[in-house]
T-cell receptor, first 116, second 115 residues
């Protein structure tokens, strides 16, 4: 069965520092992968997605993610974190990809705190 | 002009009660969803409707009954509430049922507390 693992429950970075949030997936074929962000008291917002092609995808708010099939990973990165990036980040895989009906399988999230 | 709106935002009730959560989207989307986020922030899909037709029904107690009067609305009714139902319930919508084609748009959630 498809699954998503986010190994880091909580990460703290200093404002201006770089960020990498880890995501590993389990899926037999090429997955469709997503990163969502949830600000406190808000719903989830899509940051970026990967279906195929270029393995480095750009998203909103200056985020990017790289798909590495050999590592079954889809890590989220940002070169310089802003205080407003403090939020919960969720990685998700689509199961099954491209099907007529499908559903997102979410990871357990990584809570990002940003120090001034 | 909120895209996906849920009411109420907070709901506190006692065990055994029946309650409903309402969801409306003004995006013209065909597909709507209910997700449950537990105390550990784990998000799991419960139901999905496409043009008022139920297309995803996960293993959810039959005390939970979704209702879609039209494709812009998806309500969630819960009978005989239990302590374990306490969670944040998110409504979402997408252009169509192929989530790969169109991203999910989430509401801000309804925090249900059962005492």
């Amino acid at each position: 069965a498809q699954s998503v693992t986010q190994p880091d429950i909580h990460i703290t970075v200093s404002e201006g520092a770089s960020l990498e949030l880890r995501c590993n997936y389990s899926y037999g074929a090429t997955p469709y992968l997503f990163w969502y962000v949830q600000s406190p008291g808000q719903g989830l917002q899509l940051l970026l997605k990967y279906f195929s092609g270029d393995t480095l995808v750009q998203g909103i708010k200056g985020f990017e993610a790289e798909f590495k099939r050999s590592q079954s990973s889809f890590n989220l990165r940002k070169p310089s974190v802003h205080w407003s990036d403090a939020a919960e980040y969720f990685c998700a895989v689509l199961a099954p990809p491209g099907g007529a009906t499908n559903k997102l399988i979410f990871g357990t999230g990584t809570l990002l705190a940003v120090q001034p | 002009d909120t895209a996906v709106s849920q009411t109420p935002k907070y709901l506190v009730t006692q065990m055994g009660n029946d309650k409903s959560i309402k969801c409306e989207q003004n995006l013209g989307h065909d597909t709507m969803y209910w997700y449950k986020q537990d105390s550990k922030k784990f998000l799991k899909i419960m139901f999905s409707y496409n043009n008022k037709e139920l297309i995803i029904n996960e293993t959810v107690p039959n005390r939970f009954s979704p209702k879609s009067p039209d494709k812009a609305h998806l309500n969630l009714h819960i009978n005989s509430l239990e302590l374990g139902d306490s969670a944040v319930y998110f409504c979402a919508s997408s252009q169509d049922a192929k989530v790969g084609n169109s991203p999910l748009h989430f509401g801000n959630g309804t925090r249900l507390t059962v005492t």
